[in-house]
């Protein structure tokens, strides 16, 4: 008997590493059930949930926050933090209604956009890079100021696209294959998102900066061009879904994206992306999206408030950061 | 063991004590007793079960078999708490203390006494620190932060905070890796004092030149097995090492056959925050070490060449580059790499894999159409594993789960991946338990004899020195105080050179 096992033992070693592969899997499959559990409950306690036209609107609703999340996990990956998106949106709104109102054509005023959320993006990376601010406190800062500056060049009035304006609803109200838009504008940025995080140099880069960035820096990593690239990355995204938002409401409104980055964080967190940088990615994200979506929608069917809602929520961005932390601790 | 031992009750006792972690026998069936007053060496390789161990005792983890006694009575649970009041502390290797606190702070922390306004008592409180500091023969300002103390004197601090707390047991982790020979002394007064007082120590070392000098008897583990235990003064250095590893070391480091080629660093007066005027000469397969007290300016010499702290230098030429090197990154392209100090802080990245520490270097080569490729990573990171020797599960498997060699080998893996051509190590066996300090040895020597790498090592560990290297620069202060060739290598040489 014990000679068996002796014979045995290499591979129960496999079996162990085979164990700890599973587990690992079952972080990110936990995750998936999740979603699926959720999923099944929803249907099973509303007949509405099913509706073809209910789980577009759930799809649309992964969608535009999956978006500006994606943008986070690069941020968080570094161990950063962007509270700005909310406030990027709203200036990219206001300033996507106005330009379009000018008749600019909308390639160019949708190029303007993306651009300025890049831009804006890029001012948090150089603020925390260059002088060394930390991220929390640099996109606080932008997030008050951003916030401030939609109101002042929209004098606090949204700004609705005139009817006049050519061809731009397609982007938030259009639909391909049965999908809106902005869903295949969502798997298009997780794909590329996806991608880039596992399969090209600063992808890996990001992930170095987030786990040790003294190492980085000693592995020959230039530690501030990969910060740069994260919090311009978010500011693009940011923008990215404000001119779905503006698109699909034809009004860019100054307090749009009003508490969009607490949402955001909580995605990328409730998606398995660790504060402490280096943990996490683009899947995780995508499905955090999803369940956040389902759950809201479970809520709305079921008709429980608003108020309570944001109770739930919030408890549930508590439960995943422990869990994470407990995890840590093992 | 022996019955004619101690005739009082030990002060601690551990019989039978068995843990097993999924997949692995951490301890098996280990006893270990302790006499007040006694210290007792407890040394092994890294992963020989010394630190699960003294986990149990600190009621950190909890024992699947066995029995815990202290001072004779049985202690059936435990918790870091319960153990604490018990009377055994454990003082880590890394110090845990709260640096922007004061000493008084921090060795009352958590047990602050108040005065009868119900106010903190600050009188009392640095009073008594400062009794229990000189209680241990050292003279520091109890009002002083944390921050502003050296290593030595934080050590104090710590046993001063068990001293408060009523440690009768004190298991001391690993401390001289973070001390310098003077400091160390220091650390042995202490210890001498308190066991004269009754209490007991185990401390845990990998040099055992200490262990000779402070204990009276060592308990030695391997395997999760205790080898063997005996009164120290009736052990050789070879008795240990054999028990340690199961193997005879006639001799720690490898025969070197140096075949030294043309300069690839030659540096001429050099300057910065911390050196002045250094000039340092390389050739290709040649090992150059650097030595010096701590605060010399040895690791700031190595950050100097690789471009991590900025400097100034007469005249400069590294591998063909005619300037010091801007940053590290440029340093890398050039082929020369730094192996930092902090493993865990500098050099490795704990939370990721050793196929993502091997291959982040230089994730050009792994690139195949214009995307990373995971097979080209394997096959690099595998070859490295093998030739390095890793011990691993797997390339996938997280660095922190590695042994520190084994972590050591990796960051070495990955300079050697970039295709450094002059490694610039800064105590490279940091650490590392004598059997991985040996194959670490080994890697150096055939970069070195094999591939014609240049080395520069810099080391506190003398004996690491001379047997490693063909030429030696000695520091202090941040001024170059003498050079010696394997002819004149001798302890009395460079540590004459090094603080006269």
Known sequence: MSEQQVAVSPNSNNGQRWMQGLSHRLAAGGLFLVLLVLTVIAALISDAFLNPFNLVNVLRQIALYGIVSMGLTFVILTAGIDLSVGSIVAVVAVLTAMLLNMGLAVPLVLLVALACGAALGLVNGIGITLIKIPPFIMTLGTMVMLRGLALTISDGRPIDVASTVGNYAWIGRGSALGLPIAVWIFAGVAVIGFVVLSFTRFGRNVYAVGSNPEAAHLSGINVRRVLLGVYTISGLLAALTSVIFVSRLSVGEPTAGTGLELEAIAISVIGGTSLFGGQGGIVGTAIGAAILAVLANIMNLVGISPFTQQIVKGAIIIVAVSSEVLRRRR | MDATNKSAVPALRMTNISKRFPGVIALDDVSLELAEGEVLALVGENGAGKSTLMKILSGAYRADSGRLELFGKPVPFTSPLLMMRMGVAIIYQELLLAKDLSVAENIFLGRLPKNRWGLTDWQRINAD?????????????????????????????????????????????????????????????????????????????????????????????????????????????????????????????????????????????????????????????????????????????????????????????????????????????????????????????????????????????????????????????????????????????????????????????????????????????????????????????????????????????????????????????GRQTGEFTRSDLTEENIMHAATA
């Open chain 2, 129 to 477: 620190a400062a009794s229990l500091i000189e209680r241990l023969g050292f003279d520091l300002d109890p009002r002083a932060k944390v921050s502003s103390l050296s290593v030595a004197q934080r050590q104090v601090v710590e046993i001063a905070k068990a001293l408060s707390q009523n440690a009768r047991i004190l298991v001391l982790d690993e401390p001289s890796a973070v001390l310098g020979d003077a400091e160390l002394a220091k650390l042995f007064e202490i210890i001498g004092r308190l066991s004269a007082e009754g209490v007991g120590f185990i401390y845990i070392s990998h040099r055992l030149e200490e262990v000779f000098t402070i204990s009276e008897r060592t308990l030695v583990m391997r395997d999760g097995k205790v080898v063997g235990t005996a009164p120290t003064a009736s052990l050789t250095r070879n008795d240990l090492v054999r028990m340690m590893v199961g193997r005879e070391l006639s001799d720690i480091y490898p025969t070197r056959n140096p075949k030294t080629g043309p300069l690839v660093l030659e540096i001429e007066g050099l300057h910065n925050e911390a050196l002045s005027d250094i000039s340092v000469k390389v050739h290709s397969g040649e090992i150059v070490g650097i030595c010096g007290m701590a605060g010399a300016g040895r690791s700031e010499l190595l950050r100097a060449i690789c471009g991590a702290d900025p400097s100034t230098a007469a005249r400069a030429s590294i591998n063909g580059a005619n300037a010091l090197f801007p940053s590290p990154g440029k340093s890398l392209a050039g082929g020369v790499g730094l192996l930092p100090e902090d493993r865990r802080k500098q050099g490795l990245f704990v939370s990721q894999d050793v196929a993502f520490n091997v291959s982040i270097a230089n994730l050009g080569s792994i690139v195949r159409n214009g995307l990373l490729s995971r097979g080209a990573e394997r096959k690099v990171v595998t070859d490295f594993v093998s030739r390095l020797r890793i011990k691993t599960p797997g390339i996938s498997e997280k660095a922190a789960n590695l042994s520190g060699g084994n972590q050591q080998k990796c960051v070495l893996a990955k300079l050697l991946n970039a295709e450094c051509s002059l490694l610039l190590v800064d105590e490279p066996t940091r650490g590392v338990d004598i059997g991985a300090k040996r194959e670490i040895y080994q890697v150096l020597a055939d970069l070195a004899d094999k591939e014609g790498i240049g080395i520069v090592m810099v080391s506190s560990e003398l004996p690491e020195i001379i047997g490693m290297c063909d030429r030696v620069y000695v520091l202090r202060g």
